[in-house]
């Protein structure tokens, strides 16, 4: 059986300010260093053989705090936060004022739509399933620690649950520094 522990980077300013992340390449706030120390803690207890982790700085700032000394840490632009373009480092009053046409269509939350510049829920989806299907070939009988972003959680969690209504795709939130766990029981399985 392989275990993904799949852990969402502490907070950061942006988070703070309720401003879009996307891309934008910012590092954890003194609240998000806390976090990520009280998720090592909980890590700890995991007997973790693999670390993979986004290659933003706000996920890479958490892994190195919250996985295992011995480890290294391997950065897969597979597990990046989705893009959301134009929107990226406005707050939701921002990108309503910029573009209210595309705000008022909903674009972040129809799958084969993104605002501009940004990338689409598919798209996303399609690298995220793709990176997971390989770790469960490759990585048989392994303990492996995912260090992400929201939306991208909200992704590997469908994949371990690929009956998920659309409403229960969006409301699934995994908090910053939480750690949720999934299994593939064989090669190829989806638990």
Request: proline letters at 1%; charged letters at 25%.
């Given at each position: 059986m392989t275990r993904v522990y799949l852990a969402r980077?502490?907070?950061?300013?942006?988070?703070?300010?309720?401003?879009?992340?996307?891309?934008?390449?910012?590092?954890?706030?003194?609240?998000?260093?806390?976090?990520?120390?009280?998720?090592?803690d909980r890590i700890s207890k995991f007997n973790i053989d693999i670390v993979i982790s986004s290659p933003l700085k706000r996920a890479i700032e958490t892994a190195n705090i919250i996985k295992p000394s011995d480890l290294e840490i391997l950065s897969e632009s597979a597990f990046i936060e989705r893009s959301v373009g134009v929107y990226e480092g406005l707050t939701k009053d921002e990108a309503k004022g910029k573009y209210p046409e595309l705000f008022a269509r909903n674009v972040t939350r129809i799958f084969n739509e993104a605002p501009t510049n940004g990338e689409t829920i598919l798209d996303a989806q399609n690298r995220v399933f793709t990176a997971l299907y390989i770790i469960g070939k490759v990585y048989?009988?392994?303990?492996?620690?995912?260090?992400?972003?929201?939306?991208?959680?909200?992704?590997?969690?469908?994949?371990?649950?690929?009956?998920?209504?659309?409403?229960?795709?969006?409301?699934?939130?995994?908090?910053?520094?939480?750690?949720?766990e999934y299994t593939f029981e064989k090669e190829g399985d989806f638990k």
């Open positions: 980077h502490g907070v950061t300013d942006f988070n703070d300010q309720g401003r879009y992340l996307g891309r934008s390449d910012v590092s954890l706030n003194e609240l998000g260093r806390k976090q990520a120390e009280e998720t090592k048989i009988g392994k303990d492996v620690l995912i260090v992400t972003h929201a939306f991208v959680a909200k992704v590997v969690n469908k994949y371990f649950n690929q009956n998920l209504s659309e409403q229960e795709f969006f409301d699934f939130i995994l908090q910053p520094s939480e750690v949720k």
